[in-house]
């Protein structure tokens, strides 16, 4: 299997300018494997799982773990316990409340209307299931991100969850000061880069243009920190699950009592 393409935006293991940031979005999947032991959860989705790195975790950890998206995973993510399945967000050939816990990290940005995915979800997700939602956190973007069609504030997301659930909790994935400091000199030289342009003339060339510029210089803002300060060292207790704030690098909503709409029942 040939493995796919960087974009800047989908993380790949292996990567060490793009490792901080890996454990980050590890540091969320470890918080849905603590949450599907508390509540006994014996049927795992991971929708939206990526190049499959979050998978292999939860897979590591849980017995039974099945895992959708519309690309294929990298070959490293594979394990005994993943089942990988290729499909659309909204439309995914499952049974209705076949699981206890659904995870789906990282994906409402992307997509201009959320509702059928999110339809999917509450369809999805058992009665007494959990489903946890993580999206970058609006006050901590540089808004930069050209796959990303919309970015929420944790009043926005909830706003957007609340009609599919009967309880949403916002969290979100906090850093500690080295991180968090790695971060705020990331986000500095982004906006010293977009100075350059102004008028937004950078907004209205070819997307696949954008697409690669972005790619590239996700590669040499993290190179200029790696050369200039070096790149911290962290772990998973370095990115810990708090309740939401605007300082939070991403958000995470912990959603229970499902409401699929009628016709999906």
């Known amino acids: 299997m040939s493995r796919l393409l960087f974009t800047g935006e989908r993380l790949h293991e292996g990567s060490q300018l793009f490792s901080v940031d890996l454990v980050r979005h590890r ?26 790195y979050g ?19 990298d070959p490293g993510a594979r394990h005994p316990n993943a089942h990988f399945l290729q499909a659309e967000a909204g439309a995914i050939p499952l049974l209705s409340q076949a699981f206890d816990l659904i ?27 959990v489903a946890l ?25 909830q706003a957007l969850l609340e009609p599919h659930f009967d309880h949403v909790e916002m969290l979100g994935v906090a850093a500690s000061p080295e991180p968090k400091a790695y971060y705020d ?4 030289r982004i ?8 008028l937004g003339l950078r907004k209205i060339l070819p997307q696949s243009l954008i697409e690669s ?26 990115f810990p699950v708090i309740p939401a704030t605007d300082e939070c690098l991403d958000l995470m909503a912990l959603c229970r009592g499902p409401r699929p709409k009628r016709s999906a029942q």
């Open 27 to 52: 540091a969320a999947y470890a918080y849905a494997i603590e949450q599907a032991r508390q509540q006994g959860a014996e049927r795992v989705l991971d929708l939206g799982c990526g190049t499959g």
């Open 55 to 73: 998978t292999g975790d939860l897979a590591s950890a849980l017995q039974s773990v099945f895992a959708v998206d519309r690309i294929t995973p």
């Open 103 to 129: 995870v789906s990290f990282q994906v409402v940005e992307h997509l201009e209307d959320p509702h059928p995915y999110l339809d999917s979800i509450a369809r999805l997700l058992s009665s007494q299931g």
């Open 133 to 157: 939602l993580s999206t970058p956190n609006l006050p901590q973007s540089d808004g930069e991100n050209p796959f990303h069609v919309r970015e929420y504030s944790a009043d926005e997301f």
């Open 185 to 188: 000199a990331r986000l500095a």
């Open 191 to 198: 906006r010293r880069i977009v100075r350059i342009d102004p």
């Open 213 to 238: 510029l972005f790619a590239a210089f996700a590669v040499i803002v993290r190179r200029g920190i790696e050369k200039n300060d070096g790149l911290p060292e962290v772990d998973l207790t370095d």
